[in-house]
Protein backbone atom coordinates (compact mmCIF):
# COMPACT_ATOMS: atom_id res chain seq x y z
CA UNK A 1 0.00 0.00 0.00
CA UNK A 2 1.37 3.44 -0.43
CA UNK A 3 0.73 6.58 1.78
CA UNK A 4 -2.63 7.80 2.50
CA UNK A 5 -3.34 10.95 0.96
CA UNK A 6 -4.92 13.74 2.78
CA UNK A 7 -8.85 14.07 1.76
CA UNK A 8 -8.81 17.27 -0.48
CA UNK A 9 -11.82 16.72 -2.32
CA UNK A 10 -15.18 15.91 -2.38
CA UNK A 11 -15.08 14.62 -5.60
CA UNK A 12 -11.48 12.00 -4.14
CA UNK A 13 -13.81 11.14 -0.73
CA UNK A 14 -16.90 10.20 -3.39
CA UNK A 15 -14.27 7.77 -5.57
CA UNK A 16 -13.28 5.87 -1.94
CA UNK A 17 -16.91 5.66 -0.79
CA UNK A 18 -18.05 4.23 -4.20
CA UNK A 19 -15.64 1.47 -3.92
CA UNK A 20 -17.88 -0.12 -1.37
CA UNK A 21 -20.95 -1.71 -2.93
CA UNK A 22 -24.44 -1.20 -1.78
CA UNK A 23 -27.78 -2.62 -1.98
CA UNK A 24 -30.68 0.35 -3.35
CA UNK A 25 -33.67 1.04 -1.39
CA UNK A 26 -36.91 3.34 -1.50
CA UNK A 27 -38.41 4.99 1.46
CA UNK A 28 -42.27 5.19 0.71
CA UNK A 29 -45.68 6.67 1.95
CA UNK A 30 -48.93 7.84 1.38
CA UNK A 31 -49.39 11.51 1.55
CA UNK A 32 -52.71 13.03 0.98
CA UNK A 33 -53.92 10.09 -0.99
CA UNK A 34 -50.61 9.90 -3.35
CA UNK A 35 -47.43 8.08 -2.99
CA UNK A 36 -44.02 9.85 -2.13
CA UNK A 37 -41.11 8.37 -1.68
CA UNK A 38 -37.20 8.31 -2.55
CA UNK A 39 -33.82 6.16 -3.03
CA UNK A 40 -31.23 5.80 -0.41
CA UNK A 41 -28.35 3.43 -1.15
CA UNK A 42 -26.75 4.27 2.79
CA UNK A 43 -28.43 1.38 4.08
CA UNK A 44 -27.83 -1.01 6.84
CA UNK A 45 -28.99 -3.51 9.43
CA UNK A 46 -28.18 -2.30 12.56
CA UNK A 47 -30.44 -4.94 15.26
CA UNK A 48 -32.20 -7.52 15.60
CA UNK A 49 -33.40 -6.89 18.85
CA UNK A 50 -35.09 -4.58 18.50
CA UNK A 51 -35.26 -4.94 14.80
CA UNK A 52 -33.49 -1.72 13.61
CA UNK A 53 -32.17 -0.50 10.06
CA UNK A 54 -30.91 2.67 9.45
CA UNK A 55 -30.72 5.15 6.26
CA UNK A 56 -28.32 8.12 5.59
CA UNK A 57 -30.42 10.82 4.27
CA UNK A 58 -29.17 14.57 3.07
CA UNK A 59 -30.09 17.24 4.85
CA UNK A 60 -31.00 18.52 1.92
CA UNK A 61 -33.57 16.34 0.38
CA UNK A 62 -37.23 18.03 0.29
CA UNK A 63 -38.25 14.29 0.47
CA UNK A 64 -37.67 12.90 3.55
CA UNK A 65 -39.45 16.11 5.56
CA UNK A 66 -42.53 14.74 4.45
CA UNK A 67 -42.19 11.22 5.06
CA UNK A 68 -40.47 11.26 8.70
CA UNK A 69 -43.56 11.93 10.30
CA UNK A 70 -45.76 9.52 8.73
CA UNK A 71 -47.15 6.38 11.14
CA UNK A 72 -45.47 3.88 8.98
CA UNK A 73 -43.04 3.81 6.06
CA UNK A 74 -42.72 1.53 3.18
CA UNK A 75 -38.66 0.43 2.58
CA UNK A 76 -38.27 -1.83 -0.12
CA UNK A 77 -34.96 -3.52 -1.14
CA UNK A 78 -34.90 -3.23 -4.91
CA UNK A 79 -34.42 -5.66 -6.97
CA UNK A 80 -32.05 -6.16 -10.53
CA UNK A 81 -33.67 -4.41 -13.27
CA UNK A 82 -35.17 -1.81 -11.09
CA UNK A 83 -32.61 0.47 -11.86
CA UNK A 84 -35.20 2.53 -13.60
CA UNK A 85 -37.25 2.70 -10.74
CA UNK A 86 -34.54 4.02 -8.54
CA UNK A 87 -33.47 6.98 -11.33
CA UNK A 88 -36.61 7.81 -10.71
CA UNK A 89 -37.05 8.24 -7.46
CA UNK A 90 -34.09 9.90 -6.85
CA UNK A 91 -35.50 12.65 -9.43
CA UNK A 92 -35.83 16.33 -8.06
CA UNK A 93 -38.45 16.90 -10.22
CA UNK A 94 -41.94 15.09 -11.63
CA UNK A 95 -44.02 12.23 -10.98
CA UNK A 96 -41.22 9.98 -9.26
CA UNK A 97 -44.01 6.88 -9.43
CA UNK A 98 -44.91 7.60 -13.19
CA UNK A 99 -43.79 4.32 -14.08
CA UNK A 100 -43.22 2.49 -10.92
CA UNK A 101 -45.77 -0.79 -9.97
CA UNK A 102 -46.58 -0.11 -6.14
CA UNK A 103 -48.94 -1.14 -3.51
CA UNK A 104 -49.94 0.42 -0.44
CA UNK A 105 -49.46 -1.69 3.16
CA UNK A 106 -50.45 -0.61 6.69
CA UNK A 107 -51.48 2.88 7.68
CA UNK A 108 -50.76 4.30 4.16
CA UNK A 109 -46.56 2.49 3.43
CA UNK A 110 -46.00 2.26 -0.21
CA UNK A 111 -44.07 -0.58 -1.54
CA UNK A 112 -41.89 -1.10 -4.71
CA UNK A 113 -43.56 -4.17 -6.72
CA UNK A 114 -41.21 -7.36 -7.58
CA UNK A 115 -38.49 -5.76 -4.77
CA UNK A 116 -36.16 -8.74 -2.97
CA UNK A 117 -37.50 -7.62 0.43
CA UNK A 118 -40.48 -5.06 1.77
CA UNK A 119 -39.74 -3.87 5.47
CA UNK A 120 -42.77 -1.90 7.05
CA UNK A 121 -41.04 0.90 9.24
CA UNK A 122 -41.57 3.96 11.82
CA UNK A 123 -38.70 6.22 12.68
CA UNK A 124 -37.63 5.49 15.64
CA UNK A 125 -34.53 8.15 16.05
CA UNK A 126 -32.95 10.84 13.62
CA UNK A 127 -29.09 11.43 14.37
CA UNK A 128 -27.14 14.62 12.82
CA UNK A 129 -24.03 13.16 10.99
CA UNK A 130 -22.33 15.93 8.94
CA UNK A 131 -23.86 16.69 5.74
CA UNK A 132 -26.54 13.95 6.09
CA UNK A 133 -28.98 12.94 8.39
CA UNK A 134 -29.34 8.71 9.96
CA UNK A 135 -32.51 7.96 10.34
CA UNK A 136 -33.22 4.69 12.44
CA UNK A 137 -35.89 2.67 11.59
CA UNK A 138 -38.08 0.46 13.50
CA UNK A 139 -39.39 -2.38 11.53
CA UNK A 140 -42.50 -3.74 11.81
CA UNK A 141 -43.37 -6.05 9.35
CA UNK A 142 -40.91 -8.22 7.22
CA UNK A 143 -41.41 -9.88 3.90
CA UNK A 144 -38.97 -10.84 0.93
CA UNK A 145 -39.00 -12.31 -2.40
CA UNK A 146 -35.94 -14.92 -4.52
CA UNK A 147 -35.58 -11.35 -6.46
CA UNK A 148 -31.61 -10.35 -6.10
CA UNK A 149 -31.00 -6.93 -5.08
CA UNK A 150 -29.72 -4.47 -6.67
CA UNK A 151 -26.36 -3.20 -6.33
CA UNK A 152 -24.85 0.27 -6.69
CA UNK A 153 -21.03 0.31 -6.90
CA UNK A 154 -19.05 2.71 -8.57
CA UNK A 155 -21.13 4.75 -9.63
CA UNK A 156 -23.13 2.53 -11.54
CA UNK A 157 -25.88 -0.62 -11.03
CA UNK A 158 -24.33 -3.93 -10.71
CA UNK A 159 -25.14 -7.59 -10.67
CA UNK A 160 -24.39 -10.00 -8.17
CA UNK A 161 -22.69 -12.97 -9.68
CA UNK A 162 -22.49 -16.61 -7.94
CA UNK A 163 -19.29 -17.79 -7.55
Do not use: K, Y
Not at 7 to 20: D, I, N, Y
Not at 41 to 54: A, G, I
Not at 76 to 99: I, K, N, P, T
Amino acid sequence: MTALQPVTSESRLREAFGCFPSGVTAVCALIDGRPHGMAASSFTSVSLSPPLVSLCIQRTSSTWPRLRDRHRLGLSVLAEGQDEACLSLSARHGDRFRDIAWQTGPDSSVFITGSSAWLECSLEEEVPAGDHLIALLRIHGVQTAENPPLVFHGSRFRRLAAV
